[in-house]
């Protein structure tokens, strides 16, 4: 894997960042980019099939003997590299689903070591139940084949699925903008103090990774004086969290009102925009900050962008300890064992965390 194509850094750390530093390994599209495997006539279908589709875009596909229809029949999609630089192309092309159309007859190793590759960067793969074979010199016929192409998908996380991505979204909003209402007079209050205390918008709004890489706009109300990025410089020698993860507990460049929001939490309230906006869950891995930097190299970490980031998570309520690598192994505990049971018990216990007030400065 080439860590050089990343560009990622721990959830805490400044409160401005230059969203021009977002690298190319993200974006701020929703569309499901697809790396076809193999360059068959599946590959051609399935080509054909997403021009169709809006929300699905065939980003290039994986050459498995160098014999491609692809090139002949549908040259608008790219031939990026052969099956060992499918971890690679996953990362730099932002992939975030694998469509296998290789033969049938392919070997039973290969398509296991694809699955493995998919399943460790927490992506769905994707292929046709039955395929009816198009005549690829008549385009019509081929395009009212591939109308009856039916599509399973392996590893899709189960929070994906319905009913479930609508049960948790149905919570999400209900949660979210009870929460918002009940919430206007903190809201007004925190407004005031912070406009009283020091100069520069209430809100701030910040370049965050989140459901299959796509990169959106949080909120948080302003804690750091408005240069607060360009004064990182002179206090990265007080950083005292470990691994990638950037925290201060008496930065500097921290308002006076600024460390009270933090310190109670308060400061993350905003972000009940971002669930009813649909890029954030209630529950869910913190949404990680995109920094100009070279950090994230364990691919295992990339399953937490296989759900949507949350307000609340593990991390949270079990100590909020400042380790990059304790914070992204314990959004891996909460990938792969989600329930709908699971994200009411971390609710429960969020309150009381925030009371409590560990490790939250």
């Not at 050089?4 to 805490?12: D, G, K, P, V």
């Not at 948790?168 to 919430?183: M, N, P, Q």
């Not at 370049?207 to 990169?215: A, F, K, Q």
């Not at 900050?289 to 994230?296: G, K, M």
Request: include cysteine.
């Amino acid at each position: 894997m080439n860590s050089a194509s990343l560009m990622i850094l721990a959830s805490t750390g400044p409160d401005t960042v230059n969203s021009n530093r977002v690298e190319s390994a993200f974006s701020g599209t929703r569309s499901t980019r697809v790396l076809l495997v193999g360059t068959g006539r599946s590959a051609v279908s399935a080509a054909v099939a997403a021009r169709k589709d809006s929300a699905r875009l065939i980003v290039g596909a994986l050459d498995q003997d160098g014999q491609s229809d692809l090139a002949t029949w549908c040259p608008e999609v790219p031939l990026l590299g052969g099956m060992q630089d499918l971890a690679e192309i996953i990362l730099n092309y932002r992939i975030n689903e694998v469509q296998l159309t290789l033969p049938l007859e392919s070997p039973l190793n290969r398509l296991a070591d694809l699955q493995a590759s998919a399943t460790e960067f927490g992506i769905p793969i994707s292929f046709c139940v039955k395929e009816h074979a198009p005549r690829v010199a008549e385009r019509d016929e081929r395009d009212e084949s591939v109308s009856r192409v039916r599509m399973k998908c392996l590893n899709r996380h189960a929070a994906s699925e319905m009913p479930w991505r609508f049960l948790k979204r149905v919570v999400d909003v209900a949660l979210g903008a009870l929460a918002l209402v009940c919430l206007v007079p903190l809201f007004a209050a925190v407004a005031v103090a912070i406009k009283l205390t020091s100069d520069g918008p209430v809100f701030f709004k910040q370049p965050r990774v989140g459901l299959g890489r796509s990169v959106f706009q949080m909120y948080k109300f302003r804690t750091m004086v408005v240069n607060a990025e360009a004064l990182r410089r002179q206090v990265e020698s007080m950083n005292e969290a470990k691994g990638i993860s950037f925290k201060i507990i008496n930065d500097p460049r921290v308002t006076k009102i600024g460390s009270f929001l933090r310190r109670t939490s308060i400061d993350e309230l905003p972000q009940l925009f971002n669930v009813l906006l649909g890029d954030m869950s209630m529950v869910g891995p913190r949404p990680i900050p995109v920094w100009v930097a070279e950090q994230l190299g364990d691919t295992r970490f990339f399953r937490r962008f296989s759900v949507l980031p949350g307000m609340s998570g593990l991390w949270q309520v079990e100590g909020r300890q400042q380790d990059f690598d304790l914070m992204a192994t314990k959004d891996l505990k909460y990938v792969d064992g989600w329930s709908m049971g699971l994200d009411f018990r971390i609710l429960a216990f969020t309150f009381p965390a925030v009371l409590k007030g560990v490790n939250a400065h």
